[in-house]
Every structure is written in structure tokens, then in C-alpha cells.
């Protein structure tokens, strides 16, 4: 099930819903929502995601994925759609979220850290992850407490 998404804007930013997945069991994916990250104007600055639930794929890929495009980088546009993406979190009940990042993407761990992330640990990727297939060995692991 999925719900409204038309309530996920702040002053300078809004989430346009571009698609919705459902479960993968066989594939251990969990239902998701895409998103394009605009500015209020409509201009598309990135996109991110939503993985609703939780297993061992997403403590080790994480409940949300976030780019920013190159020119609007450096502006927390990421940690502000974190932040939108929390909102739809709750409403399917979760009470935290986890975002992991490569060791050395030190954007992406500020991001976490001014989402309101608490770093929990560094952890090897295992081999059946498509994570590793993609040449990626370990994940630095960040928790949002929702509640």
C-alpha cells in the first residue's frame, strides 16, 4: 500500500513522485518510491528514494537513496529531502530509517550528519549484494530515529 505523497514540500523544495515499486520477496526488495528533488520553481535537482521497511538489504543499502545534480550541490538539498522523506516514512508506521554511504563520500556522510543521522558503525558488504557486485566493500551506516 502507498500513500499520497502531495504533502512532501518545504519553502524551497518539493518531491515529485515519478514511480512506485512493489515488493520483490524473491529479490528481497522491499516496496520503494521514486522522486525527482525540484526546487519550488519545478526545476529538477536530483532524485531520491524511499525503501519502506526494513532487512538485511536495507541496513546494508539503506531505506533512501539520494543524488544531487552537480550544480545545485553544496546547498542541503539532500538533507532537506530526508527530511520530506521521513514524513512518509511515518505514515507506514516506521520509527526509524537507515542511510548508508560509502567511506569515502564525505558529502554524502555530512548530509547524514545534518539530516539528523547518529553513525552507528562501518560494515563489510556481503558478497550475494548487489552492492558488492558493483564494486562497493563496505558502508558506513546511519540511523533517524522517527519517533
Not at 515529485?16 to 520477496?25: C, D, E, H, R, Y
Not at 526494513?54 to 538533507?79: C, F, L, M, Q, W
Not at 558478497?127 to 533517524?144: C, S, T
Request: contains cysteine; aromatic residues 12%; hydrophobic residues 35%.
Amino acid at each position: 500500500m502507498f500513500f499520497d505523497t502531495d504533502d512532501l514540500k518545504s519553502e524551497d523544495i518539493f518531491l515529485n513522485l515519478t514511480k512506485t515499486t512493489p515488493a520483490q520477496p524473491e529479490k528481497r526488495w522491499l516496496p520503494a518510491y521514486y522522486f525527482e528533488i525540484c526546487l519550488s520553481d519545478g526545476t529538477v535537482i536530483g532524485h531520491c528514494d524511499l525503501r519502506v521497511g526494513h532487512n538485511d538489504k536495507t541496513y546494508i543499502g539503506g531505506n533512501i537513496g539520494y543524488s544531487i545534480e552537480v550544480p545545485y550541490r553544496g546547498h542541503h538539498y539532500a538533507a532537506r529531502a530526508c527530511r520530506l522523506l521521513f514524513q512518509q516514512a511515518r505514515k507506514h508506521g516506521m520509527d526509524y530509517l537507515i542511510v548508508t554511504c560509502a567511506p569515502n563520500n564525505i558529502a554524502s556522510a555530512r548530509t547524514c550528519e545534518i539530516a539528523g543521522g547518529h553513525y552507528i558503525t562501518m560494515e563489510a558488504i556481503p558478497k550475494d549484494n548487489e552492492l558488492y557486485a558493483d564494486g562497493m566493500r563496505q558502508v558506513m551506516i546511519y540511523r533517524f530515529d522517527l519517533s
